[in-house]
């Protein structure tokens, strides 16, 4: 029987990039925020994992959609959906924040751009920000307005991005520091360009502002990259778990709070701030949180996909479960993300991974990003 595939309807939205991708030969999608992204084309996982450490990626990854905030109580509102400091927040920065419900648990984690004082965007991750967003400025009667722009991000990721990017927008692309952006012309429009994007790599997200735009964009991408190994690409399992990047609903839901996650750097927890979730969070931290985020590096072949959290045990008592799972050609071992109990998250902890088949494989933890990563 053939391998059951995705139907596509309007409810999975294209985006202005996926006629090229498909012409490039796109293998599969997945569905983020009800639109279509790329996950490999003609090359292996491996292959691509080696040529994003080495070249240049354009990346479809119009699935990162905005959900902006305009007006009087933007900031207020910003504020209130993340427990991340954004008083000293600088229009022309990006901030990778954890947004959390009234009990701690992780409804998203975003980058918000600050585009002006009363004015951001959240590039969302896989939940409907955009009506959480909406109700609470109903409820409380904000004077905002929120709307899904007409915006699709195209990234460019590797070490070669800074050369491919200048010769499209010029030498000052070169000056964008990390996690910050500026608007630069393409052929007269105004287009944000960040130094960003869901790899480790170096890199950068262009923010097209309008679909019609999008494939000339890339086009002239692509016709730029003739002699910088330009491919086209996504986000790479492998360097992903390597490099500590979390996937919201992969690695964290509902059911975990951003302490769990590794991202309390991004949580003001010293009380001064008002934010949803910040009763529930200031409890946890004082008492203490019971899970941590980790690597793990295990044996084996290579494992299968991880489709369902996988049980950790030490001494035949579960003491965590895998979240993301793929080999790694560097490591010539299985590499993974893992939710550990406290007592069993510390580097060098040696812990069995049960991949579904009922066989023990020996794993030890690492810190998140994993050496080399
Ligand atoms: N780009 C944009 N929007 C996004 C993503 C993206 N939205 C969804 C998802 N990806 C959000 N997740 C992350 C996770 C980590 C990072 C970016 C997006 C990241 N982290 C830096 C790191 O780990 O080195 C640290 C960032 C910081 O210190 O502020 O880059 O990819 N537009």
Same mark, same amino acid.
């Given at each position: 029987?053939?391998?059951?595939?995705?139907?596509?309807?309007?409810?999975? #939205?294209?985006?202005?990039?996926?006629?090229?991708?498909?012409?490039?030969?796109?293998?599969?999608?997945?569905?983020?925020?009800?639109? &279509?992204?790329?996950?490999?084309?003609?090359?292996?996982?491996?292959?691509?994992?080696?040529?994003?450490?080495?070249?240049?990626?354009?990346? /479809?990854?119009?699935?990162?959609?905005?959900?902006?905030?305009?007006?009087?109580?933007?900031?207020?509102?910003?504020?209130?959906?993340?427990?991340?400091?954004?008083?000293?927040?600088?229009?022309?920065?990006?901030?990778?924040?954890?947004?959390?419900?009234?009990?701690?648990?992780?409804?998203?984690?975003?980058?918000? +751009?600050?585009?002006?004082?009363?004015?951001?965007?959240?590039? &969302?991750?896989?939940?409907?920000?955009?009506?959480?967003?909406?109700?609470?400025?109903?409820?409380?009667?904000?004077?905002?307005? $929120?709307?899904?722009?007409?915006?699709?991000?195209?990234?460019?990721?590797?070490?070669?991005?800074?050369?491919?990017?200048?010769?499209?927008?010029?030498?000052?692309?070169?000056?964008?520091?990390?996690?910050?952006?500026?608007?630069?012309?393409?052929?007269?429009?105004?287009?944000?360009?960040?130094?960003?994007?869901?790899?480790?790599?170096?890199?950068?997200?262009?923010?097209?502002?309008?679909?019609?735009?999008?494939? #000339?964009?890339?086009?002239?991408?692509?016709?730029?990259?003739?002699? +910088? /190994?330009?491919?086209?690409?996504?986000?790479?399992? $492998?360097?992903?778990?390597?490099?500590?990047?979390?996937?919201?609903?992969?690695?964290?839901?509902?059911?975990?709070?951003?302490?769990?996650?590794?991202?309390?750097?991004?949580?003001?927890?010293?009380?001064?701030? /008002?934010?949803?979730?910040?009763?529930?969070?200031?409890? $946890?931290?004082?008492?203490?949180?019971?899970?941590? &985020?980790?690597?793990?590096?295990?044996?084996?072949?290579?494992?299968?996909?991880?489709? #369902?959290?996988?049980?950790?045990?030490?001494?035949?008592?579960?003491?965590?479960?895998?979240?993301?799972? &793929?080999?790694?050609?560097?490591?010539?071992?299985?590499?993974?993300?893992?939710?550990?109990? #406290?007592?069993?998250?510390?580097?060098?902890?040696?812990?069995?991974?049960?991949?579904?088949?009922?066989?023990?494989?020996?794993?030890?933890?690492?810190?998140?990003?994993?050496?080399?990563?």
């Amino acid at each position: 029987m053939a391998a059951p595939s995705l139907q596509v309807s309007r409810r999975q #939205r294209a985006t202005p990039y996926t006629p090229r991708v498909e012409a490039l030969g796109v293998s599969g999608y997945s569905v983020v925020n009800h639109t &279509i992204l790329p996950k490999g084309f003609r090359r292996t996982v491996e292959e691509d994992y080696w040529h994003l450490k080495s070249g240049v990626q354009l990346w /479809d990854v119009g699935c990162q959609r905005q959900v902006e905030l305009q007006g009087p109580d933007a900031a207020f509102l910003a504020q209130l959906m993340t427990p991340r400091d954004l008083r000293n927040a600088k229009i022309g920065q990006c901030l990778y924040v954890p947004m959390v419900d009234e009990s701690g648990g992780m409804l998203n984690d975003p980058v918000i +751009l600050k585009l002006a004082e009363d004015h951001y965007w959240f590039s &969302i991750s896989d939940s409907d920000v955009l009506l959480w967003a909406k109700g609470l400025a109903y409820g409380l009667g904000l004077n905002v307005a $929120i709307d899904e722009p007409d915006v699709w991000p195209l990234a460019v990721q590797g070490p070669k991005s800074d050369e491919l990017m200048a010769r499209i927008f010029g030498d000052a692309v070169r000056d964008i520091g990390f996690f910050r952006f500026r608007k630069l012309d393409f052929e007269g429009h105004q287009l944000v360009v960040a130094r960003s994007g869901f790899s480790k790599q170096g890199g950068f997200e262009i923010y097209v502002d309008q679909f019609s735009l999008g494939g #000339r964009v890339w086009d002239v991408l692509w016709d730029a990259g003739g002699d +910088l /190994d330009l491919s086209p690409g996504c986000p790479n399992l $492998i360097e992903r778990i390597e490099g500590g990047l979390l996937s919201y609903g992969n690695e964290m839901t509902r059911a975990e709070n951003p302490l769990e996650c590794g991202l309390e750097s991004y949580c003001q927890l010293d009380g001064s701030l /008002d934010y949803i979730g910040k009763l529930a969070l200031l409890e $946890i931290a004082s008492n203490g949180h019971q899970r941590m &985020i980790r690597g793990l590096i295990f044996g084996g072949d290579a494992c299968p996909a991880c489709q #369902r959290p996988w049980p950790i045990s030490v001494d035949r008592r579960q003491v965590g479960y895998v979240t993301s799972a &793929i080999w790694s050609p560097r490591f010539r071992r299985n590499v993974a993300l893992a939710m550990l109990e #406290r007592g069993y998250w510390e580097p060098g902890t040696a812990v069995a991974i049960d991949w579904g088949d009922g066989i023990d494989r020996r794993g030890i933890v690492t810190d998140l990003p994993m050496e080399g990563a």
